[in-house]
């Protein structure tokens, strides 16, 4: 049973750039977070998919935005990379609460984005 | 929204000693506290949690405490072993298991 997979695992862009990071969730799972995690900090949320829909979202600008697609995978798009958009990128998914109240948030190991 | 203050930063014990980390949160609605343990370039995983209408909860060496009163919550872990060290973040949730606020993580090293 595979867990989380994210793609690429690392990956460098230069300032004002796009850029896709692509996630997998766990076998069963239907719901997908990103978080953020910069250098020596916890993650902090971006937003969550559910139902290829966003269901709720962080303290993030509008250049942060996602997809999921009908096979529950997603991609977070960043546009006009900052500098301080260098970070650890998480993936996490879960089972809807509303069906499995005991279902637990499962991380993938990330993409860590280098803005130069 | 919520916030998350976790303390120690930094937390150096012998093996076999016990490990206390302490968190507290703002926003008493909060219902779910769980415990990740993130080894260096490794996903954070989840290591023990605890719902709000229980005030603590043991798996192994590993146990976890919530004061809903005081809006605190603590993790322990007894007979430490070098293993044990990694990063570990507290995170608490109103909304359920998916959106948390994560505390800014707690460095533990245990020496031989």
């Known amino acids: 049973d595979a867990g989380v997979t994210q793609s690429p695992t690392h990956l460098i862009k230069t300032r004002g750039q796009q850029v896709t990071l692509r996630c997998s969730p766990k076998s069963g799972h239907d719901t997908v977070s990103w978080y953020q995690q910069a250098l020596g900090q916890g993650p902090q949320f971006i937003f969550q998919?559910?139902?290829?829909?966003?269901?709720q979202r962080g303290n993030f600008p509008d250049r942060f935005s996602g997809h999921q697609f009908p096979n529950y995978s997603s991609e977070l798009n960043v546009n006009a990379l900052l500098l301080g958009d260098s970070a650890l990128y998480l993936c996490a998914s879960s089972l809807d609460r509303e069906r499995r109240s005991n279902e637990k948030l499962f991380f993938g190991s990330g993409t860590q984005l280098s803005v130069l | 929204g919520e916030n998350v203050e976790q303390h120690p930063s930094t937390l150096s014990v012998q093996e076999g000693d016990s490990a206390v980390i302490k968190c507290t949160y703002s926003d008493s609605a909060s219902n779910y506290f769980p415990w990740y343990k993130q080894e260096l370039g490794k996903r954070p995983q989840l290591i023990i949690d605890i719902r709000s209408n229980v005030g603590e909860k043991k798996d192994q060496r590993i146990a976890v405490t919530l004061n809903k009163t005081a809006k605190h919550f603590s993790l322990h872990i007894t007979e430490t072993q070098p293993e044990d060290s990694a990063v570990y973040f507290c995170a608490a949730s109103r909304w359920g298991y998916s959106t948390l606020t994560f505390g800014k993580g707690t460095m533990l090293l245990v020496s031989p």
């Open positions: 998919y559910y139902e290829e829909e966003e269901r």
